[in-house]
């Protein structure tokens, strides 16, 4: 039994040292992307932009690929979508303004779906906290119109402040793996 015991409270032991250090590192990489986002948000933004374009390329390749096996009963839809895929990949990488122009519309059509669906979930009534309900919806279909009006600006700022939330969550996450590894030390 106390051979059991002291083998668990190694790996225990193990287990919390590299939960801090990981914390540690989500915190730093966290804080570091948000410090480059926050100080270039139009080339970050156009970096997101070039990976969407080849994420969709490499799901267009992975479709043309799929479409090859015979045994596939949708194999021309797959063609079909691969090609689509790549075409589309291409076109946002080679436009980017037009990547950042869809990002944009994307983000304001989401915001102003979350806006009337939360102000529609506002008009019960007995609904516990319909204020915060009704604030929040307001807010977010606000926020979504301003963003499809001024696709551009609003996405340079979007980009700051997604930037320095970032910076906030990373330190908060140094900071609570610097306390797991004192509550670790003190045993």
Known sequence: MATARSEGSISDERYGALTWQVGLFVGLVTLALGIVVTLHPSTSINVIAVLLGVLLVVAGVFHLIRSLDRESSHRAWAAVVGLAFIVLGVVLI?????????????????????????????????????????????????????????????????????????????VLEVIGAFYMRHLLAKG
Do not use: C, K, Y
Request: charged content about 10%.
């Open 94 to 170: 080679r436009h980017l303004h037009l990547t950042r122009a869809l990002i944009a519309l994307l983000i304001g059509l989401i915001w102003i779906v979350q806006g009337v669906a939360e102000l529609f979930s506002a008009s019960d009534p007995d609904r516990p906290g319909r204020g915060w309900s009704i604030a929040f919806g307001l807010i977010s279909l606000a926020a979504g119109i301003v963003v499809i009006a001024v696709p551009t600006g609003s996405l340079n700022a979007l980009a700051v402040l997604l930037g320095i939330w970032f910076i906030v969550m990373g």
